[in-house]
């Protein structure tokens, strides 16, 4: 499309609005911002003002204006009137990440979803690509940068041949339209988001959708240990290359036999390269290989690149030992599947934090590894739900994190392990995983 003098309705600030607003503006699209605060509670008005945006609330009288397009923000649901308006009405809708793919010059595309590991996932394939590509490998997506924002910044409007990594989200692909990545992947598929989606299937299906587009010039990497990714592939048949890769077992096209990860056959990575702990990282690390055997990159470069990861931020992330108790933030547990795996890696003594948003998902997954779980402290908006599910009264329950700690410091011993892992979101207290993963650290390093 060519956006000069396109009307664009961007639907949701936040920073990926405001990027998605910044490229249209460089385009010459006429921008209209529907956004739920209070114009003078929003931080980045001047800009949006010098810019010659009009904003405007998110009525109903608002969703039946004139526009040629709707780019949304992915934290914005579909089934709100206000969307549902625009639907009815014809707007086409599409998300800042179909909007960057549109308008930029031909680019290496990775995109990875699942619904948990993809952080860790994508952060070590950039890592990899990083070392083989320098300055053209670029990180973003849900990760927290937009990729319009890499667009703008590294001028990708007028250059071609980079190689991004793409942690995408099942908000981001509701809403593609062409958007064709080289290499995709679905980590893995578990319960989650069922408060927007309303069904596993339309969860699992909008995964799903990152293969929509591929040919087979393309690859796909699929998990075959999981059977709700084969049962979804095979589904929704993927039109791409598909290469198959197994821990388990030697019958995929990659898997670990030996020591090593052979990737079409050939010895790659041994597995003392990797330092991050747990089969669900190691399947992370294989996925990463994977990707950078794909794209042609040396062995030499991908066992550097793997030997320096050390893993990311909030991800079973180890704060500090104090008298013998280990503390381990693992804020992105917001999802149960996401805290068994990391139950997993602990053998005795756990002291579990638990709590959030109440997402209602059924704890019977997370109950049936509660094995090393010492005791079990909720706190939050659904902590006692939590709780009651998972050990009835014999758990404690307390409203705030800082309470839930101090309770955990209480009943701790040396050889013990007190780990944040909230199995939910955190928009009850905080404004994302990350803020209530910081204030954990900050708590726990404040101890004495």
Do not use: W
């Not at 794909?294 to 500090?320: M, S, Y």
Request: hydrophobic share 40%; net charge negative; charged share 25%.
């Amino acid at each position: 499309m060519d956006f000069k003098g396109k009307k664009v309705l961007v639907v949701g600030l936040a920073r990926s609005g405001m990027a998605a607003i910044k490229v249209l503006t460089t385009l010459g699209a006429t921008i209209t911002l529907s956004e739920s605060k209070k114009k003078e509670d929003i931080k980045e008005l001047d800009t949006l003002l010098s810019l010659g945006v009009n904003i405007v609330d998110q009525s109903l009288e608002v969703a039946d204006g004139d526009y040629d397009l709707c780019v949304k923000n992915p934290g914005v649901h579909n089934d709100i009137p206000f969307m549902v308006r625009l639907y009815e009405r014809g707007i086409k809708v599409i998300t800042e990440i179909e909007l960057a793919f549109q308008v930029a010059k031909p680019q290496h595309f990775v995109a990875i979803t699942g619904t948990n590991g993809k952080t860790t996932t994508s952060t070590l394939c950039h890592e990899i690509l990083k070392a083989k590509f320098g300055d053209k490998a670029h990180l973003c997506g849900n990760i927290g940068i937009p990729l319009c924002e890499i667009v703008m910044n590294e001028n990708l409007l007028n250059e071609a041949g980079h190689y991004i990594t793409l942690e995408i989200s099942n908000y981001q692909l509701v809403n593609i339209d062409e958007f064709h990545p080289d290499v995709a992947t679905i980590i893995n598929l578990t319960p989650d988001h069922i408060d927007v989606h309303g069904t596993l299937d339309a969860y699992y299906k909008a995964k799903t959708e990152v293969y929509r587009n591929m040919d087979k010039a393309d690859t796909f990497i699929l998990n075959k240990d999981d059977a709700t990714v084969v049962e979804y592939t095979d589904k929704y048949p993927v039109p791409a290359t598909v290469k198959s890769f197994s821990l388990d077992n030697i019958d995929a096209d990659n898997f670990v036999k030996d020591g090593y990860i052979f990737i079409n056959g050939e010895k790659v990575l041994s597995l003392d390269a990797i330092r991050l702990p747990g089969k669900h990282n190691l399947q992370n690390v294989m996925i990463a290989v994977s990707i950078a055997k794909t794209l042609g990159i040396e062995n030499d470069i991908i066992e550097t690149a793997v030997k320096n990861f050390i893993g990311v931020e909030h991800r079973i992330e180890f704060v500090r030992e104090l008298r013998g108790v280990k503390y381990y933030n693992d804020s992105k547990g917001t999802n149960t599947d996401a805290t068994v795996t990391a139950l997993k890696a602990f053998d005795r003594g756990v002291i579990l934090l638990v709590g959030g948003f109440e997402k209602g998902l059924p704890m019977d997954d997370v109950k049936a590894e509660l094995g090393p779980v010492k005791k079990v402290i909720g706190f939050g908006a659904c902590g006692p739900r939590l709780v009651r599910d998972l050990v009835g009264g014999d758990g404690i329950v307390v409203d705030t994190l800082d309470e839930a700690l101090a309770e955990a410091v209480k009943i701790s011993e040396s050889g013990d392990t007190v780990l944040l892992s909230p199995t939910t979101s955190s928009f009850d207290q905080y404004s994302c995983f990350e803020e209530r993963g910081d204030h954990f650290k900050k708590l726990v390093n404040a101890l004495v």
